[in-house]
């Protein structure tokens, strides 16, 4: 699974050709969630309650590359990395 972002001990991945909604894939430590790109809603998944509000906004200010990464990973291209959270 490309891995797009790190920070914070957080890892932001995307399957290739992954079901819908459009989502991203948060792990920290033994903890993973399913992120939904348009709600940003947890669709599956924990994460402790300070690492989801630090995923939360550092999707939000890249919610539309999120959406890009999404659109090329649905016809197999590698996506774009992205920027961490500082």
């Known amino acids: ?4 972002c790190r920070f914070f001990g957080i890892i932001i ?3 290739n050709n992954d079901h819908n909604p459009p989502h991203f894939h948060v ?3 033994d903890d993973e969630a399913l992120i939904d790109i348009g709600t940003l809603e947890v669709l599956y998944g924990h994460l ?10 550092w999707a ?7 959406q890009q ?3 090329l990973a649905s016809v197999g291209k590698p996506p774009l990395h ?3 959270l500082e």
């Open 1 to 4: 699974m490309p891995e797009l």
């Open 13 to 15: 991945r995307m399957f």
């Open 27 to 29: 792990i920290y430590g």
């Open 48 to 57: 402790p309650r300070r690492a989801l509000a630090i995923v939360l906004e």
């Open 60 to 66: 939000a200010i890249h919610r539309e590359m999120l």
């Open 69 to 71: 990464n999404w659109e």
């Open 82 to 84: 992205m920027e961490p």
